[in-house]
């Protein structure tokens, strides 16, 4: 049997996240060379070591909650994609690794983790591939390890605020699109991109939630409503749980730009506007509220209580920003990337940045189908210099 975790069945809501390759997480890298497959087998097999969690499926408990369920052995790499990450090809795991001539892919269950558990696990492979004899990633002994977020609920000192949300977000319809061709990629410079927020006195999360909304804007310009951006959080260090695995991303950020915002000449103030939106959410009090309203929401037994709540919950939010670093790939191999891609199916509209080497690979789902964001957001990275 297995213990119930909270976290993992707030993303279980939905049943298709739990197996559904289409609406995993995912990190696809595109080498110079062919990989070497038994070389890259030898390396999962030494993550699987340090990643354990790698090896856990779901398991339905009571009600609306789950458990984890441990495997033995370790992850085998494929040679496709699987549409369901449980099949029995993958012995009825969450994580999947995909080799196809230069280019693998690491797709895992938001139920299992998030994006900081694939991060770490990618990580892994890379390090060992390339030879490295250690990884970032350490946690697999710690106390900390297994920590569910919401196991029980947090006392709140202080209540977190209740921030209305505006009353016109600019949201869009989602059409469903092949999962090889709902992502747009832009290469830029790393140098550049880094000169770029250094100089403007923000965040990188920042600049790239500006460059998100005024992309929003430019594709859409006869927008009059608000551009709300979500920004996930990384709870781990509120709850003083660093190497947790379970998914800790279920607090998120918003910064609710009105169009006036949106103009080239407003840069400054759209940035100022971010920055200080994000600092009044980004607190401790703020966090553990979510938290909390998560659990009940799981635990929430009259339904048309628990349907407006996960309506509250999930918003309907413009597009979806978040910067992953530049950690994700050794320096050793960095040279040797061509480009990374990554992302989820779970908005129309969301944006993923990280820095691999001298580059900055940004990938943008679009889910629309109507190619209007492709232009928009080529424009808006030309305007701030990056391409």
């Given at each position: ?50 990643c ?150 923000c ?43 379970q ?17 080239g ?5 759209l ?78 509209l969301?944006?993923?940045?990280v820095?691999?080497?001298?580059k ?28």
């Open positions: 049997m297995s213990n119930v975790s909270y976290s993992a069945s707030v993303f279980a809501l939905d049943q298709r996240q739990i197996n559904d390759a289409k609406k995993s997480q995912w990190i696809r890298i595109t080498m110079d060379a062919s990989i070497e497959r038994e070389k890259l087998q030898k390396a999962v097999d030494r993550a699987c070591e340090v354990p969690y790698v090896m856990y499926s779901l398991e339905k408990k009571e009600g609306r909650l789950y458990g984890h369920v441990k495997h033995p052995g370790t992850l085998r790499v494929l040679d496709h994609v699987p549409e369901l990450l449980d099949a029995e090809e993958n012995q009825g795991l969450l994580t999947a690794v995909c080799v196809e001539g230069n280019r693998v892919t690491f797709l895992q269950s938001h139920c299992l983790t998030d994006g900081n558990g694939i991060f770490w696990f990618v990580r892994a492979v890379l390090d060992f591939y390339a030879g490295n004899e250690a990884t970032l990633y350490q946690g697999a002994t710690a106390p900390d390890f297994d920590r569910d977020p919401l196991a029980e609920r947090l006392p709140e000192e202080e209540a977190g605020a209740e921030v209305a949300a505006p009353a016109q977000v600019f949201a869009r319809p989602e059409a469903e699109m092949p999962f090889e061709d709902e992502n747009l990629q832009y290469h830029a410079s790393a140098e550049a991109f880094q000169k770029l927020y250094k100089s403007l006195h965040s990188p999360q920042v600049l790239l939630t500006a460059i998100a909304a005024r992309a929003v804007q430019e594709a859409y310009p006869e927008n009059t409503d608000t551009v709300s951006v979500r920004i996930p959080v990384n709870a781990r260090a509120v709850l003083e749980t660093p190497n947790t695995f998914n800790s991303s279920l607090v998120n950020l918003r910064a609710e730009l009105p169009t006036a915002l949106l103009q000449e407003k840069t400054e103030e940035l100022t506007a971010i920055a200080e939106q994000m600092a009044g959410q980004n607190t401790k009090e703020d966090t553990i509220h979510q938290l909390n309203l998560w659990r009940d929401l799981l635990l929430e037994s009259d339904q048309t209580k628990f349907y407006q709540m996960i309506q509250k919950m999930a918003g309907s939010d413009s597009m979806v920003v978040s910067y992953l670093g530049k950690a994700l790939v050794p320096d050793a191999i960095a040279p040797q990337v061509q480009e990374i891609k990554e992302g989820i199916r779970m908005f129309p969301m944006l993923y940045a820095i691999c080497g001298d900055l690979e940004v990938t943008v789902r679009d889910a629309t189908g109507d190619g209007k964001m492709q232009q928009a957001m080529e424009n808006v990275l030309k305007e701030f210099g990056l391409i």
